[in-house]
């Protein structure tokens, strides 16, 4: 089309296409990015997007077509390639190492020749920290760091390369929380003014109304869409191009207080149906829980004398909490958790959400404080707890539940679905079909149960992960950041199975860092801060900015 | 006799001092070969024999140390070429070592040779107790003793130290970078070796100036552990293998004290003194492990 890259145009892919045996990835995808724009590749998790970027940064070789840039044809594989190109990659998993300092990480990267000045790297570091308001301390090991930092410096790193000029990121705000979002796409405009070409991939529209000069839309491996700014396009356009016909029902947030599940849908297994309910909200709880919302701040529980409210599955009190290095990581915990009440935890990533998760599945040892789960105190590993009826999806699925090698199925049979014996093994059979006709597993849109978990895309992992928590039916479910990095419709499945999984009788506790979803999902709204787990607060009388606040400044604010 | 032990423990433990530096290289980048004591041996023969035939000590070191370097090469290609399991591969090559050495060393056994010799640094050596301790060695000691600090600074004041790290904590970071870590590891490995083959040569060519079947006596296994003891630092395993031949020299002055103890017994202490060691060292600092030691790297990895 253009001629020798003039508009400026950076980087051209003409009929690109990649394939994983017969699986289509890519199918004759036409790209341009120009210098000094933001173009945004929106799609739903398995539309092709990371392939895409993969081919791009020179992991993936193309099976067709042709890449220019400056109008001259290019080959990017291997990725040393497209790096001296000029081509930079935000990872979504970042490409650092957590055991060396934040400056070697640089250094690895960003460093030439055999002997490394540790002064002029750190200089030009913290130059281009300050010049992009990408705050990082050099010296700090990156397992110090939280992701919204790890992610700065993996940008750091980028800009760093010698001669970048398009820079790829990844999904980059879905490890960030609400306030840092804000200060990243800021950050990007800076980048677009000073002339690099960005490549935003994201599922959220809302960033690419916000912040895209062009985009195009990716829908099972072909480009569907594609507009720039002054063409004008709406959030609906982009919605369509992306999901095809389905079109999503948003999940709305039910007045669930106090009501409570009938028998018999706990036995059937199937959540009842809703109905709107006209009374008040507080009406059938119990009035300390009434006084507790009003008066958050306050000791809920004395030791010496726990009193058991109606409903009551789990309750940590005076909990401790030490970090994987030892030091505290929360004091004075106190949680109560209820039947069919969803707890939502909000609070800025790093502040111990982990660890409480932990504590509660039995993975940590609490360092001081009691657990008690129906009345009885729990104090075990985690066998106690899952006996106790706990079930955990932990922040980082792929990392921690998931056995490389092993099929969907064979983790569903490790913790999940009933086995039956036959002979002297398992009947994977009956397994399967107890799996395949889960009411679970096909809301979810789990994956075919033969496939290897570990070649699972982060999506599916995710959806293995729930699907294999609500297949047992807890009595409590811990779940943390259930839609991260997910596309719009997983994340309605999910959402509208924790809340039917709630109405079933399972007490909740749900950590995110999606605030909308928290508000719409939670009975009762808590936050970390300092050390502290503050709240509870209700929903219906708080507003996501004084939340907000609070994962900023605690109480004080 | 304190004086005696210490100046003892330098010289004893030298040899497991130089084949741990070098198993930390290797394990720093993600492989472990247990097979470090099958490298000291075949140094320790090889170096034995050169100095034999060419009567120069300096020629005798350096074959060693391509001698070890040598076997290590097989553990490199079976785990980083053929994805066997280390651990495996490591034991292996162990016992062949052991067997091979013994086998071509039958005639070494009666050889004598001059080799190295302590060499006192004027001025230096003249200092009481500390000169006798620290600087009436031979030269491949004093060497040994620079080599930690230099180490210590490539491993982390270097690019090629953070490359090495990074190879043994997450090789698709490294991959990332445009560096392949497989041949980071072969380097590694091999580096490894050639430290051991040297460790062994010392033994026989400065230590002892004779050659045994099997002298060694697990002194490769005992690296192996000093390494994971030292939590993976340079200076660290220097202590731990100075530890391991203060050990030696007490049971060599106890012997020569004529003191009822069994001399089974005596042997045993050295290694008992490591496993008390191992089970002394606090397990707290999780991070300190590099983590891709237990994992082979996949060559089509798509970081």
Request: one cysteine or more.
């Amino acid at each position: 089309m253009e001629n020798q890259g003039s508009n400026g145009v950076l980087l051209r892919t003409v009929g690109l296409t990649k394939r994983f045996g017969s699986l289509v990835a890519n199918q004759g995808i036409d790209l341009a990015v120009k210098a000094g724009t933001i173009h945004a590749v929106l799609g739903e998790n398995g539309a092709g997007k990371s392939t895409l970027m993969k081919m791009l940064y020179g992991v993936y070789k193309p099976d067709e077509g042709e890449i220019y840039m400056d109008g001259r044809p290019v080959t990017l594989h291997p990725p040393s390639r497209a790096r001296e190109k000029g081509i930079g990659m935000v990872f979504q998993d970042f490409r650092l190492i957590p055991a060396m300092t934040a400056l070697d990480n640089v250094a690895l990267a960003a460093g030439s020749g055999w002997r490394f000045r540790r002064g002029s790297l750190r200089e030009r570091m913290l130059e281009i920290s300050a010049k992009y308001g990408l705050s990082v301390n050099p010296d700090v090991p990156v397992w110090q760091l939280d992701l919204g930092q790890r992610q700065r410096l993996e940008i750091v790193k980028t800009l760093m390369a010698p001669n970048v000029r398009l820079i790829i990121f990844d999904e980059p705000t879905s490890v960030l929380v609400p306030q840092e979002v804000r200060a990243f796409l800021d950050m990007l405009g800076l980048l677009r003014k000073d002339g690099f070409g960005i490549l935003l991939i994201t599922h959220k529209i809302d960033e690419v109304l916000a912040c895209a000069d062009e985009v195009s839309v990716l829908r099972a491996g072909r480009l569907t869409y594609r507009a720039e700014r002054d063409e004008g396009w709406t959030a609906e356009r982009l919605v369509s191009a992306m999901l095809g016909e389905r079109t999503p029902q948003p999940v709305t947030k039910r007045d669930r207080a106090g009501k409570r599940p009938t028998e018999e849908a706990r036995r059937s297994g199937h959540p009842s149906e809703e109905v709107p309910r006209p009374e008040p909200r507080f009406a059938d709880m119990p009035p300390e829980a009434l006084s507790r919302m009003e008066h958050p701040s306050e000791e809920t529980s004395h030791p010496g004398c726990p009193s058991e409210g109606p409903g009551e599955v789990l309750r940590l009190e005076n909990g401790a909490i030490a970090g994987d290095h030892g030091e505290l990581v929360l004091e004075s915990v106190n949680l109560t958790l209820r039947r069919g009440e969803i707890t939502g935890v909000a609070g800025i990533s790093g502040n111990g959400q982990r660890e409480l998760a932990e504590a509660l599945c039995g993975l940590r040892r609490l360092k001081r404080g009691t657990v008690t789960i129906g009345g009885k105190p729990v104090a075990g590993g985690p066998r106690e707890f899952l006996e106790a009826g706990v079930a955990c999806v932990p922040e980082d699925p792929l990392r921690e539940s998931v056995v490389p090698g092993f099929t969907i199925l064979e983790h569903m049979a490790l913790e999940g679905i009933p086995l039956r014996r036959r002979r002297m093994g398992i009947d994977w059979r009956h397994a399967r079909e107890a799996l395949e006709a889960s009411e679970e597993a096909r809301a979810l849109n789990l994956a075919e149960a033969g496939r290897r978990a570990d070649r699972l895309s982060g999506g599916n992992v995710q959806r293995m992960v729930l699907a294999r928590a609500l297949i047992r039916r807890p009595r409590v479910l811990i779940v943390s950041y259930p839609s991260r990095g997910l596309d719009i419709g997983t994340v309605h499945a999910i959402q509208r199975q924790l809340i039917g999984l709630a109405e079933s009788g399972t007490a909740i506790l749900l950590f995110s860092e999606d605030l909308d979803e928290l508000f719409k999902l939670s009975d009762r709204l808590m936050v970390l801060f300092g050390k502290r787990l503050l709240g509870p607060y209700d929903p219906a009388e708080t507003d996501a900015f004084r939340i907000g606040e609070r994962m900023l400044r605690g109480e004080t604010a | 006799m304190i004086a005696d032990i210490l100046t003892g423990a330098l010289r004893s433990g030298t040899s497991v001092m130089l084949a741990s530096q070098g198993e930390l290289i290797s394990e720093r980048a993600g492989v472990i070969n247990l097979g470090t004591e099958g490298c000291m041996l075949a140094g320790a023969l090889g170096g034995f024999a050169t100095t034999v035939w060419t009567g120069n000590p300096w020629l005798g070191a350096l074959a060693g140390g391509l001698c070890g370097m040598l076997l290590s090469l097989i553990h490199a290609c079976l785990v980083l070429d053929r994805g066997a399991n280390q651990l495996a591969s490591g034991l292996t090559l162990m016992f062949f070592g052991i067997g091979v050495t013994a086998f071509l060393g039958r005639s070494f056994v009666s050889e004598q040779i001059v080799g190295f010799n302590p060499a006192p640094i004027p001025v230096l050596s003249d200092i009481p107790v500390l000169g006798e301790v620290l600087f009436n060695h031979d030269p491949l000691t004093y060497l040994s003793m620079l080599l930690v600090p230099a180490l210590w600074f490539v491993l982390f004041r270097t690019r090629i130290g953070i490359i090495l790290r990074a190879a043994g904590e997450r090789e698709e970071v490294l991959f990332a970078c445009g560096v392949n870590p497989r041949l980071v590891r072969y380097a590694a490995v091999l580096a490894g070796g050639f430290l051991a083959g040297i460790g062994g040569a010392q033994l026989s060519v400065a230590y002892t100036h004779s050659w045994v079947e099997n002298m060694t006596a697990g002194r490769g296994v005992v690296a192996v552990a000093m390494v994971i003891f030292a939590a993976w630092r340079p200076f660290r395993a220097m202590l731990g293998a100075y530890l391991f031949g203060a050990a030696q020299a007490l049971q060599l002055t106890v012997q020569q004290q004529g003191l009822p103890i069994s001399p089974y017994f005596l042997f045993m202490a050295p290694y008992v003194l490591t496993l008390a060691a191992l089970l002394i060292v606090e397990r707290r600092k999780r991070s300190s492990v590099p983590e891709g030691l237990s994992r082979v790297f996949a060559a089509d990895a798509d970081g």
